[in-house]
């Protein structure tokens, strides 16, 4: 990279995954607030970035990238080594990579904002079936992912450490989520969150402490998570 990429973000906001591997990858970067509170993501300025009116957005040399595992991956492609789990295949990491994205992300934010999928009266029925999805995918990645047992940093300690955080924060019911179910889980948060890119995202993005394992909710000094 020539220059120094701009990260377009929120507080806690998906954008949060790529802040931590640009801290973990110690690439210099800008970050440029996309302000929710004012419904900055539809700003005709960033929809010229990206037409999805969503967050993240990384501008660089390659031009603007959006949608967060897409930018992850571009991050790995570029970082000295990569930054894909030790001792897997790519095609393994991949497969993972778009779990997370296209799996558990998606069911995520069924949950966040059930009104997005389907109508007002059918939105508790959504958020019951919601719930017991994720717990599903959850006790998926539990039992499958052997990964977990990895404290490596990677594109996926960035990608499910902020989604274990929002689960227990955010959505029409914020006690579903018990993460002592999940020890593997819980032992490869507890790892992620002891990073300095942890701590540098805390501080930069108002997050408190123990961020994966026993989240509070955002105090940032910029912007709104919602």
Known sequence: MSKPPTLYYAPDNASLCVRLALLELDLPFDTKLVDRTTQGQRDLSYLALNPNGIIPTLVTDDGPIYETAAILLWLSDHAKGGFLPPDMSRGAALSWMFWLSNTLHVALRMWFYPDKYISPDAVLALNDA????LADLF??????AAWLDSPA?????CYLGPMARWAGLYGPDQEWFDLSQYPRLTRYLQAAETRASAHQASRAEGLGGT????????????????
Do not use: C, M, W, Y
């Open 211 to 226: 961020i994966f394992t026993n989240p509070s909710k955002p105090n940032p000094p910029e912007g709104s998570a919602i």
């Open 130 to 133: 919601t719930r017991s999805r």
């Open 139 to 144: 006790g998926h990645l539990e039992v499958h």
């Open 153 to 157: 940093p990677s594109v996926f300690s």
